[in-house]
Nanobody, 115 residues
Framework: QVHLVESGGGLVQPGGSLRLSCAAS????????MSWYRQAPGKERELVAG????????NYADSVKGRFTISRDNAKNTVYLQMNSLKPEDTAVYYC????????WGQGTQVTVSA
């Protein structure tokens, strides 16, 4: 059974940093692209970043390029999202997802950027 558990969210001031983690189980993690999405209140869920199975290919939304970094540790079955220079508009629930089009999502972790 596929299981994805996000952690690391919280309240941070503008300009601050957070590191999100997503621990995966129930499948061969190293064989799948992983992605991070976010959903702000009243908005649709949007892709933030994706990483190929080996980590050799990365993909970012324009809104986070240069500020966020996606990475993975296949030995730990974990994907990360390092978020720097956070802005109030980054406030959202952040979800990890297996691949880009699957129905396998984590439960989400809240990130709030506010002074």
């Amino acid at each position: 059974q596929v299981h994805l558990v996000e952690s690391g969210g919280g309240l941070v001031q503008p300009g601050g940093s957070l590191r999100l983690s997503c621990a995966a189980s129930g499948f061969t993690f190293s064989g799948y692209t992983m992605s991070w999405y976010r959903q702000a209140p009243g908005k649709e869920r949007e892709l933030v970043a994706g990483i190929s199975s080996t980590g050799s290919s990365l993909n970012y939304a324009d809104s986070v390029k240069g500020r966020f970094t996606i990475s993975r540790d296949n030995a730990k079955n974990t994907v990360y999202l390092q978020m720097n220079s956070l802005k109030p508009e980054d406030t959202a629930v952040y979800y990890c997802r297996r691949s880009y089009g699957s129905n396998y999502w984590g439960q989400g972790t809240q990130v709030t950027v506010s002074a």
